[in-house]
Nanobody, 124 residues
Framework: QLQPVESGGGSVQPGGSLRLSCTGSGNALNWYAIGWFRQAPGKEREGISCIGGSDGSTYYADSVKGRFTISRDNTKNTVYLQMNSLKPDDTAVYYC?????????????????WGQGTQVTVSS
């Protein structure tokens, strides 16, 4: 059973950067489509980026386009989310999720495996 595990969250000032990592426990993430989602208090879970399992396709929500970059390193069983120019509105719990698909998957309900989340706080 695949269990995604997030790491790399923390506190940062506006304009700063963080890199989140999503690794696979129990099974490799390789060939799984991976999505990054976030949820702020009182708000719905938002899909912010995803990457295909084997075709390299990516997607970014308008709210993060140009600031966040998703990538994967199958030799390290890891998918990254590089977050630059962070804003207070980026404060949320960030989750990675996986589904067995060769192409990117945008819909939250299509993901089968979910991590526990990592907190990102952007504040001065």
């Amino acid at each position: 059973q695949l269990q995604p595990v997030e790491s790399g969250g923390g506190s940062v000032q506006p304009g700063g950067s963080l890199r989140l990592s999503c690794t696979g426990s129990g099974n490799a993430l390789n060939w799984y489509a991976i999505g990054w989602f976030r949820q702020a208090p009182g708000k719905e879970r938002e899909g912010i980026s995803c990457i295909g399992g084997s075709d390299g396709s990516t997607y970014y929500a308008d709210s993060v386009k140009g600031r966040f970059t998703i990538s994967r390193d199958n030799t390290k069983n890891t998918v990254y989310l590089q977050m630059n120019s962070l804003k207070p509105d980026d404060t949320a719990v960030y989750y990675c999720a996986a589904v067995n698909a060769w192409r990117r998957v945008r819909q939250v309900n299509d993901y089968r495996y979910w991590g526990q989340g990592t907190q990102v706080t952007v504040s001065s």
